[in-house]
């Protein structure tokens, strides 16, 4: 165990709808980061958060925006979604924003 | 941009016969090469941190090096519990505590008994 919770771990849904996706850090940790994994593809970045704000940003579409909070847990916000969309979703956190990080189990999105 | 390319994509052992996963990697200035185990359906698991040229480090059946241009994972009488996709990635040396890790696709192992 990892000591980073997602949730929730399994979520379908239909195209075009919103989903939302929750991630609480290790404890101490203020570095929050977010991937997609698809079944052909590698793990792509998405986003990262330290201590509540925006540091870098990956291959994030416009319809997808994430947040962390003051508590350092952070949502990822998918919106108008596609079948394309369908993926493994990590959250991984770090102590810093330069060290190694810490993944969860994920959460696996289906969009039918 | 920053690229990691590991190989093979996939590779198969008799249990008890050691190989070496390779990951080449480019990025401008390296701050650190991390290597993952990965689960089908589970979240990559931490193994190792590299920081510079000629560093070594080991786990059980498993030692990581680190060259100025690629990784190796080398593991030793593998058992069947250590099949899984291995996954090697790259973080540069960025001011500003910026972070972009950059991962490889992945070397899927098993381990046959």
């Known amino acids: 165990d990892s000591g980073v919770t997602q949730t929730p771990k399994h979520l379908i849904t239909a195209t075009g709808q919103r989903v939302t996706l929750r991630c609480s850090p290790r404890?101490?940790?203020?570095?929050v980061y977010w991937y997609q994994q698809s079944l052909d593809q590698g793990l792509q970045f998405l986003i990262q958060y330290y201590n509540g704000e925006e540091r870098a940003k990956g291959n994030i579409l416009e319809r997808f925006s994430a947040q962390q909070f003051p508590d350092l847990h952070s949502e990822l916000n998918l919106s108008s979604l596609e079948l394309g969309d369908s993926a493994l979703y990590f959250c991984a956190s770090s102590v810093g924003a330069r060290t190694e990080a810490f993944f969860g189990q994920g959460t696996r999105l289906t969009v039918v | 941009e920053d690229q990691v390319t590991q190989s093979p994509e996939a590779l198969r052992l008799q249990e008890g016969e050691s190989s070496s996963l390779n990951c080449s990697y480019t990025?401008?200035?390296?701050?650190?090469l991390f290597w993952y185990r990965q689960d089908p359906g589970k979240g990559p698991e931490f193994l190792f941190t590299?920081?510079?040229a000629g560093e070594e480090k080991e786990k059980e059946r498993l030692k990581a090096t680190l060259t100025k241009k690629e990784s190796f994972l080398h593991i030793t009488a593998p058992k069947p519990e250590d099949s899984a996709t291995y996954l090697c990635a790259v973080q540069p040396n960025l001011s500003g505590g910026y972070q972009k890790v950059t991962f490889g696709t992945g070397t899927k192992l098993q381990v046959i008994p």
């Open positions: 590299l920081y510079s």
């Open positions: 404890s101490g940790d203020l570095s």
């Open positions: 990025v401008s200035g390296l701050r650190g």
